[in-house]
């Protein structure tokens, strides 16, 4: 919802309203999609918020194989205020999965595994689900040879990292819960990310928002300034990220490479309204500016 200005205690009238399929794992495959990928999207859906999500799904042409769910998918709101370019987020928490629709979250995974060049995942675990989700789908892309971009937070992201995971992508604020310390200085935030990659990461990267993100492999550390635009909007700006380095490690780029696009679509996904929505003629404009420098 967009607002000229929103006033606390008053009445907003929206100016503009957007209605469409979103959330992590969506916003991954939106911005696979638009880049020409191939993507398939594994996801629960319920109710008729589930509906209008396979709907949008198959009007923007994102292949998916959906677990229908007993437990309506959830409906969330940004705020977005024109006077102050600032983006809010009203979040309702998901339903719990069943262990049987748990399992066949798991079942889907491995079903389309095979065919596939590299793996994304992506979001917190509804309710219900074991924290070994994650851990069990790292283990059969491990056995497959697949790699695995891992965007999770506390006990289901650490189960994970016993399987190698090549990518660990948790923002500054989920590392610091994850490692029980405050993350206030450069110190702190190289002390955090080694921590994590011993754990088993191959790659850490961690994003910050407008100040870019960092990388490491557990010897050296690297920095990927955020490309300088005018922001309209940045939510899922790190969902386009972990799909932009998805995108270019399927196509034989290495880790820090990959940055590059990462960052691009990072930054065109903030050009735009809505998450996980960006134009490729941006993407393409914006990665000769991105920079990967040791840090």
Known sequence: MIFA???????????ETRRGASGKPINVARVLHSLGEKAMLCIPVGGDTGRFIRADLDASG????????????????????????RATELVEESGPLSADESAQMLAKFQKHLPACRIAVLSGTLAGGVSEDFYADCCRVAEKLGVPVILDARGDALARALAWRPLVVKPNRRELAGMMGMAIDDD???RQAMIGLQRQ???????????????????????????IEIDVVSAIGSGDAFAAGLASALAAGRDVLQACRLAAACAAANALVVGAGILRVEDVRRLEPLAVVERW
């Open 62 to 85: 994102i292949a998916h194989d959906c677990v229908e769910s007993k437990a309506p998918t959830r409906t969330c709101v940004t705020v977005i205020d024109r006077s102050t370019n």
């Open 5 to 15: 200005g929103v006033t606390p205690d008053e009445v907003n009238r929206a100016i």
């Open 200 to 226: 088993g990461a191959q790659w850490v990267i961690i994003t910050m928002g407008r100040a870019g993100a960092v990388a490491c492999d557990g010897v050296s550390f690297w920095r990927i300034p955020a």
């Open 187 to 189: 110190a702190s935030l």
